[in-house]
């Protein structure tokens, strides 16, 4: 479903990108890693354009994303921050119903019902007035995941959602990207978690020197390690 | 009061026969003739109620015009390199021209200019000098509201845009709305400057407090009462002011905490 072609970035001169090619399934959980700095979070923000690449192209559904249609676009990619990036001066369902309710994808009923689910499930329900400077940082994530989750995104993008969390809350957080997995739901993550990665994505890739260099299922991409660079990678973080 | 007006007519009679009077006689006689002589209070009060006029007339110029530059050149720096609007780098430029002209140049000199050369045709002193004010006031807000507005977390923009709104909405519904919050007190504070530059139009002829507190001084050749007056006058109404924008700011502090 989303199909990306020769992408290519540079920030003046430094290549971070030199060309990456990548075909994301229905369904698929991907799991992205890599060194520091190997562009893994710039390669997510290119495919919904919050970087614009320099070069080649990304498909969705078959159809070209591109600036003119981008929020179209970025309606259909919802994405998870590291810092959470929730509206402090609204509500927790404003943060929620907000994009959805202007976008006129929903009424405000409906959106205002559907977030009182989506807080159900999580076990939120209790914050739906609460401001997020109230929340604790899992719970803030959370939330976040859940107003990605209110616009009914084909895919979610996450770039370390689990980065900026104190240890124990990191838990309650994977567990609900989990549970989106389990559901079926299409996720691109940037994560250092190589237990989440074992344990719920069906595709992990190492990404480095501006390129994919392995993509491989987790059993094998953590057993059977060719790339001297991912061992080296993997020696550090395991 | 009729006490006090005999008093006034015995010690002037006095003091124009050239007799010799004590100094508290004399000075009786020139607070009286500064402030209750002719129901001259009047006049001061007038011009307290044009300067909080001009004040407020000049506020809100500075606000929306400040306001529209501000917003103009912020889109303008957060455009992308290879889609920069062309019509948006023109009145950028023509945005950054004012702020520079009118920052690097005297209100008075802006004032005279405005007054004696642009307007130099028209009767209506105070109105010239308070449209004079809020078109300086507005580079000065410019900058206040553009600082407000990129104090604005970035990731607040990028978490809008990623949901599929567009660049507007998204200024409107979430980056305004925080900037707002942090670019108040700054305003509240130009508004306090603003209050004391109302004086400033006198020199084109508006007729604001210290217009009023001139005539009584050309009328009575005095001239210590009268700006005395003027003075205690302006530092009243800024410590009024100061203290309602301090119990305001404490208000939004605390509604931050929530
Ligand atoms: N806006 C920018 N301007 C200039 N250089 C940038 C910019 N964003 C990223 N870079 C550089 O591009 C490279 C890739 O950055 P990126 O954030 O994609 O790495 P990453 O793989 O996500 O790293 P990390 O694991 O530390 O998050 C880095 O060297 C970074 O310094
Ligand atoms: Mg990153």
Redesign the interface.
Known sequence: MIVVKGLKKNYEGLEVLKGVDLTINKGDVVVLVGPSGCGKSTFLRCL?R?E?PDDGTVLLDGKEVT?KDI?????????V?Q?F?????LTVKKNIT??PV??KLMDQKTADAKAMELLERIGLADKADA?P??LSGGQKQRIAIV??LA?NPEVLLFDEPTSALDPEMVGEVLELMKELARGGMTMVVVTHEMGFAREVANRVIFIDEGTVKVDKPPQEFFSNIENERLKTFLSKVL | MASMAQQYEVWSALMKSGEEVSLWQQTFVKFYQAFLENDRWLQYIEGVGTTLLVTAIALAIGVVLGGVVALVRVAHDQQ?P??RNPVLGVVDFIFKIYVTVIRGTPMMVQLLIMGMVIFASSRNFTMVGALTLGINSGAYVSEIIRGGLMAV?P??M?????????YI?TMI??VI??AI?SVLPALGNEFIILLKDTSLITVIGGKELLYAAQGVMNRTYESMFPLLGTAAIYLVLVMIFTWLLGKFERRLAQSDR?
Do not use: V
């Open positions: 919904n919050l614009e600036e929020d179209a676009m970025r309606a259909k990619m919802g994405m921050f810092h990036n929730l509206f402090p001066h907000l994009a202007h976008l401001y400077n109230m107003r990605a616009m | 992308r290879k889609h977390d990731g607040q990028e978490a809008g845009r990623s949901l599929g709104l567009n909405t519904k979430i709305p925080q919050r929530r």
